[in-house]
């Protein structure tokens, strides 16, 4: 599946990421099938350690919190988080939270304007950051250093993501994975994954479906941290943050 990723420099990038978890995988479990991934993700043991480490991140970020918060309200009033249904796993519905990056009326900008909403859906449901009439000022600086992600904590604690898994997509979205959208949807999508440390926005359908799928089939401890590691420095040096 690798090979059908478009983009050589993004292919490269999954291929070093996936090469040493493969040689691990295959080292460790050679006849222990009964340990699948996909019980220990949902143990109640990770579920811990999940809701421990959101937490810790939570309360290490309250200083941004107060900031961004009175940020936002003293420049477009409340709400302080922007809330958005999004698919979770099997296809349930959840509400993401985010620092509030748009106008109030963001939504209606988008639907009123025909010309503006073909050229969302051409753009891979997101619109050039210099052509967006729905971006406050704030919201700019917000989405470059990724600080509109931090209240996705929350849905991890909830219970509706995991900290690194697929990108949590619309409704909209899902017809650009076909026949494959039933394996998508089979994992909580996270805040952060394969996707995002391979070029995030920079990088479009179809390879953005491909980073989704591939992470589902790689997925391993070793994998999530390695992503939560490079995730660090991707935002650091705010590749595709827009």
């Known amino acids: 599946m690798v090979q059908n990723i478009s983009d050589p420099v993004v292919r490269t990038r999954v291929q070093i990421l996936l090469e040493d978890t493969r040689l691990r995988k295959r080292r460790r479990y050679p006849n222990k099938s009964r340990f699948t991934r996909s019980s220990v993700y949902e143990s109640k043991a990770f579920r811990g350690a ?16 107060i900031i961004v918060s009175l940020a936002i309200f003293l420049s477009d009033g409340q ?26 009326d963001a939504e209606q900008i988008l639907k009123q304007d025909i010309l503006l909403y073909e050229q969302y ?21 917000l989405r470059r250093w990724s600080l509109d992600e931090i209240p996705q904590f929350i849905n991890v604690i909830i219970g ?78 705010r590749d595709g943050a827009y």
């Open 79 to 104: 709400p302080v988080l922007f809330r958005q249904k999004r698919l979770g796993k099997s296809g349930k519905v959840f509400k993401i939270f985010k620092f509030r990056t748009m106008r109030k």
């Open 160 to 237: 509706d993501m995991h900290v690194v898994g697929p990108r949590p997509i619309v409704q909209d979205e899902l017809e650009r994975y076909g026949n494959d959208a039933d394996t998508f949807l089979s994992v909580k999508p996270g805040i952060t994954g394969m996707w995002q440390v391979a070029g995030r926005s920079d990088v479009p359908y179809p390879d953005r479906k491909y980073l989704d799928l591939l992470y589902i089939q790689h997925k391993s401890f070793k994998l999530d941290l390695t992503i939560l590691l490079k995730t660090i420095w991707k935002v650091i040096k």
């Open 50 to 65: 999940e809701i421990a480490f959101s937490v810790f991140f939570l309360l290490l970020t309250s200083p941004i919190w």
């Open 121 to 141: 859906i051409v753009n891979d449901f997101k619109l050039p950051v210099d052509k967006d009439p729905r971006l406050l000022r704030i919201g700019k600086f």
